[in-house]
């Protein structure tokens, strides 16, 4: 079965500053896909990015980078120079190369703080 | 172009009702996807449309919740017998193929009195 944990119930930090946002999956596929989504208090989710199983090398883009481990399972997630518009629930997802959609895990909430 | 659009955007009804909820996908995405979304929680997968037909409703929790995409586009979620534990965040998506990235709409929250 296809499992994502998120750790990190909620992440305070002052403005500037670097965050980590932890994601860990288990899933018995080998090939499969991994995801990043933001959720500002709007509501609506914003894909961030997708990474498919055969590619581990690490992404960066902006002030955003992804950092994909299969040996440890993990998609971790670093955003740099943090600001206040980055507040927000934070979701990593998996979806495997079957007939399954989307598995989130609980979400992160960043508080960038002024 | 226009992203993934649902409505209403907030529903409230009481325990015992019917309602719809509307999703209109990007247009030419062919896959559209519901999902559920419990406070503090991250979506839960209700049902996935492929064209015109659910290729996987696994996820309804019970006979009450049904959807449909007629033409292939438009979709409506209904809920029957509404109860108080269905109070969530309606979110749907779609994408151009099974598989490939979900764009997701900005979500329709219901609150059942």
């Known amino acids: 079965a296809q499992k994502v944990t998120q750790a990190q119930t909620e992440i305070s930090v002052v403005e500037k500053e670097d965050v980590t946002l932890d994601c860990v999956y288990e899933t018995r596929d080998t090939t499969y896909y991994l995801f990043w989504y933001k959720q500002p208090p709007s509501g609506e989710l914003v894909f961030l990015i997708r990474?498919?199983?055969?590619?581990?090398q690490n992404e960066i883009s902006g002030r955003y980078s992804w950092n994909f481990q299969k040996s440890t399972s993990s998609f971790n997630f670093t955003i740099t120079a943090s600001q206040v518009v980055d507040s927000a629930v934070y979701f990593c997802?998996?979806?495997?190369?079957?007939?399954?959609?989307?598995?989130f895990g609980k979400g992160t909430r960043l508080s960038v703080i002024a | 172009g226009a992203g993934v659009s649902q409505t209403p955007s907030n529903k409230v009804t009481e325990k015992g009702k019917y309602v719809e909820l509307r999703c209109d996908p990007i247009s030419g995405h062919t896959a559209l996807y519901w999902y559920r979304q419990s406070l503090g929680q991250g979506p839960e997968f209700l049902i996935y449309?492929?064209?015109?037909?659910?290729?996987?409703d696994s996820g309804l929790p019970n006979d009450r919740f049904f959807a449909v995409r007629p033409e292939g586009s438009v979709s409506t979620l209904k809920i029957q017998r509404t109860e108080r534990g269905d109070s969530a965040m309606y979110l749907c998506?779609?994408?151009?193929?099974?598989?490939?990235?979900?764009?997701f709409g900005p979500g329709t929250r219901l609150l059942v009195l």
């Open positions: 449309f492929q064209g015109t037909g659910a290729a996987d």
């Open positions: 990474r498919n199983s055969f590619d581990e």
């Open positions: 997802a998996l979806s495997d190369s079957g007939n399954t959609p989307l598995v």
């Open positions: 998506a779609s994408s151009l193929q099974y598989q490939e990235t979900q764009y």
